[in-house]
């Protein structure tokens, strides 16, 4: 089949040739049709020219940074694979054996690069023609080994119907007048074996959320490169069950989750590839006969500050919502390195976002440009455009962005945003940023698979990663993944017990058979908790946070475990980077900065790490630290990472519970971005805390500074002022204007009939949700809710007016 160009010949040609052999009212109507087909086939070919010119990039100087270095980089990498080619039987590249898929979807990689510097201008390699000649040879090559119509896939489904048909479509696109009608219908006819229309027939398995985007993108591209207007119409077609919000499954939530896998937050990587996907298709397609016209489309650019905004960072993409892709990267030895890492993905969302913008309309576009430009700005550690992992295309739209005069950058917000579908939550405050990872039945401890991410068991243990505004952007990037104790990471509980590699089995998607996690949040503080069990072993605990002003209230109790191991709560595990030496100091004493050092402080009040924050341990702990030297290798994490050796320094923080631990408990409060004066003070203040119950059956605490008295009732019971008649999460919040704030969650999304009882003089209720059936005021606040079980965890948020 001939591409859009030699269809349009073939058609004008062949219509005018029979037109001159039929009467006169034939050949109107043979004219007639002529022009119809001419215009589908032109509009083909516009499409085909805008996806190049979106692949490509416009509006760039190529002699100037950041495209001179980008463009130079990608010709030299161009000419590197073309010289290493060597094409025999069963590789293209010696390197890439095509016995595996993924050295498939590698030689295309390859491919796709070459195709790039052939048509980008500024590489040494720009219109060469040995250089699409070599191109055209390994498409050929691939063809007749492994990916022809005759061929069966193997190995991963995604590289035969995702991964490969993606990079050969592209290749046709931009190397489209360097095919032959034949060569191109060859590559079609392969695209379609491995991506059939049923491949988007049923929303299932395999073929939903960001895979579902990922096929539609193959079928559209096929459809336009071989002037099948049914098959540009499937494609569109079948993004539309990518939009309605899920209640379960694979998609975007209510409350702005993104679940992939059925059970993984995946907003920073599937999620990625999904919105990247859908700008890509909807500015693709706009204007066009098959424009994304869906009005649930609404739903999708809504997710962009809904769903993906309050896990950017200062330019990253926080790992709490990542999954596997924490433990994709190497370091940047040379300049093709993959740097990976939140920055990396933050970067490439930042992209998609300002393409989605040229498909959205103008108010969005310029409010997500506002978005972009401020994250643009902030990204101190790993500025967007010194990326060389951005494609010059990326690199355009982002430069462009910052270039805007008319474009004001917007700050990071402030306040509180929870994700109980995918237990994760997210506090921001003037300063720095946190985000808290759980699990539940409805959400996986990790994700391993594909060889990746073999260590990350205790993820959704409650690991609580912070980030500073002008420091600290680095702390996860910074090999972290491969180097860190992965039974210490920051925030979590956990025993000791020693776990293999990918523990729970490849795309096993371990998950602790508890139903209560979650919290309640009134936009600005939070109460969270999390029942937590362990991944192949007995442990069992109580976790709650209380995120509050300029601090957040860790809390763990009950903790148990007949494992035979120890049990540790951490508090904190900080990267110091390869050469750090950052003070420690424990009750206003500096420690020894000696790398292996370790101590045990008894009755310790505070600690504070200089550059990073502080550390407050209300009535004393006994407190264990260690400064000390770690080294790993990306490989030891993913079985595609290097194995070159990485070492970073750490101090670690920790709670000892001992072996076999019954019901111990531990609290502290950490204090981001605090000196040790600040940290001291607060310490010094031992009236700023109390802590109501920490122990099986709740877990509160009150801050009369901040008008704030929360409670996690893992079981009925009274709390200080609060009483519960069921499971439930509670946050009261006093003003201090006469008005007050009380947000009640069922976390189990089981109950019925919940009571809640604020022993407090109330005069009056200003506002209150359809849920609560009843309300009574006068010498105590009685709530009573109807039916919890259908609002997924949400925040039910009541106003009063106080007596």
Not at 689 to 699: F, M, S, T
Not at 700 to 727: H, I, N, R
Request: aromatic share 8%; charged share 15%; net charge neutral.
């Amino acid at each position: 089949m001939a591409g859009p160009w030699s269809r349009r010949s073939f058609l004008l040609a062949g219509l005018s040739s029979a037109g001159a052999l039929t009467s006169t009212g034939a050949a109107s109507a043979s004219a007639s049709s002529s022009a119809t087909a001419a215009a589908a086939a032109d509009e083909y070919e516009t499409l085909r020219l805008r996806w190049r010119g979106m692949l490509l990039g416009s509006g760039f100087d190529p002699a100037a940074e950041p495209f001179a270095g980008k463009l130079a980089l990608l010709g030299t990498q161009a000419y590197e694979h073309r010289a290493a080619m060597a094409p025999v039987s069963g590789s293209l590249w010696p390197d890439l054996p095509l016995t595996l898929s993924s050295s498939i979807t590698g030689s295309y990689a390859r491919l796709a690069t070459m195709a790039q510097a052939y048509a980008q201008p500024g590489t040494g390699l720009t219109g060469s023609a040995a250089l699409a000649a070599g191109v055209t040879t390994g498409l050929d090559h691939l063809y007749q080994e492994v990916y022809n119509p005759a061929k069966s896939r193997f190995g991963n489904w995604w590289d035969f119907q995702i991964g490969s048909p993606q990079l050969l479509l592209d290749i046709c696109v931009l190397l489209h007048d360097q095919l032959s009608a034949a060569r191109l219908a060859d590559h079609l006819a392969a695209v379609d074996r491995f991506v059939p229309d049923s491949s988007v027939t049923h929303y299932s398995g395999t073929s939903t959320g960001a895979n579902r985007v990922d096929l539609c993108r193959s079928l559209a591209l096929r459809g336009i490169l071989g002037g099948n207007a049914p098959k540009i119409a499937l494609a569109r077609d079948a993004l539309s069950p990518v939009f309605p919000l899920v209640t379960s499954g694979d998609g975007f939530y209510a409350d702005g989750s993104f679940v992939q896998h059925t059970y993984l937050s995946y907003t920073g990587s599937y999620g990625a590839v999904l919105l990247g996907g859908l700008a890509g298709l909807f500015s693709l397609l706009s204007g066009s006969t098959w424009a994304v016209t869906d009005p649930n489309r609404r739903l999708v650019l809504d997710s962009v500050e809904k769903s993906y905004a309050p896990f950017l960072y200062n330019g990253l993409m926080m790992d709490a919502v990542s999954g596997r892709a924490t433990s994709r990267g190497n370091p940047r030895t040379t300049p093709y390195g993959f740097q990976g890492g939140d920055h990396g993905r933050g970067h490439g969302v930042l992209a998609s976002i300002a393409l989605l913008g040229s498909a959205a309309s103008s108010a969005d576009d310029q409010r997500w440009r506002a978005l972009v430009k401020g994250w643009m700005q902030r990204d101190y550690y790993s500025p967007v455009l010194g990326d060389t992992d951005l494609s010059v295309a990326a690199l355009a739209r982002l430069k462009a962005v910052q270039d805007d005069s008319a474009v004001s950058a917007l700050p990071e917000p402030t306040g509180h945003r929870l994700f109980p579908s995918m237990d994760r939550a997210v506090h921001r405050r003037p300063g720095w940023a946190a985000s808290i990872s759980m699990a539940s039945k409805r959400m996986g401890l990790y994700e391993t698979g594909n060889g990746e991410n073999l260590r990350g068991w205790h993820a959704g243990a409650g690991m609580l990663q912070w980030w500073g505004d002008t420091y600290g952007n680095g702390q996860y990037t910074d090999a972290f993944w491969p180097t860190v104790d992965p039974y210490r990471l920051p925030g979590t509980t956990v025993s000791r017990t020693p776990l293999a590699d990918a523990e729970g089995g490849a795309w096993g998607l371990p998950r602790p058979d508890v139903n209560w996690v979650g919290g309640a949040t009134d936009g600005e503080y939070a109460a969270l908790g999390q029942f937590v069990r362990g991944l192949s072993s007995t442990l069992y605990a109580k976790k709650s946070w209380f995120c509050l002003a300029d601090a957040i209230v860790c809390l763990a109790g009950a903790v148990r475990s007949t494992d035979g191991a120890a049990v540790e709560t951490v508090v904190e595990n900080r990267n110091l980077g390869a050469t750090g030496a950052q003070a420690l100091t424990v009750d206003g004493v500096a420690q020894s900065t000696a790398l292996g050092w370790s101590a045990t402080f008894t009755g310790a009040r505070w600690a504070q790490i200089a550059g990073h924050g502080g550390y407050v341990f209300p009535g004393g702990a006994t407190l264990r630290a260690r400064r000390e030297a770690r080294t790993g290798s990306w490989h030891d994490i993913n079985t595609g990472g290097t194995t070159d050796p990485i070492t970073r320094r750490y101090v670690t923080l920790w709670f000892d519970h001992g072996v076999d631990p019954v019901d111990a408990a531990c609290c502290h409060i950490l204090l981001p971005g605090a000196g040790p004066a600040a940290t001291a003070a607060r310490a010094a203040d031992t009236g700023w805390l109390k802590v109501l119950a920490n122990d099986y059956a709740q877990q509160g605490v009150q801050v009369a500074s901040l008008g704030v008295t929360a409670v996690a009732f893992w079981f009925a019971g009274t709390v200080g002022a609060l009483s519960a008649d069921k499971p439930a999460c509670v946050l009261v919040r006093e003003h201090g204007d006469g008005t007050a704030t009380v947000c009640v969650s069922d976390p189990m999304r089981m109950q019925t009939g919940l009571t809640v009882t604020w022993n407090r003089p109330v005069a009056s209720v200003l506002s209150r949700p359809a849920t609560v059936a009843s309300a009574t005021t006068g010498s105590a606040l009685g709530l009573t809710f109807a039916d919890l079980t259908g609002q997924a965890g949400a925040t039910q948020k009541i106003t009063v007016r106080l007596g």
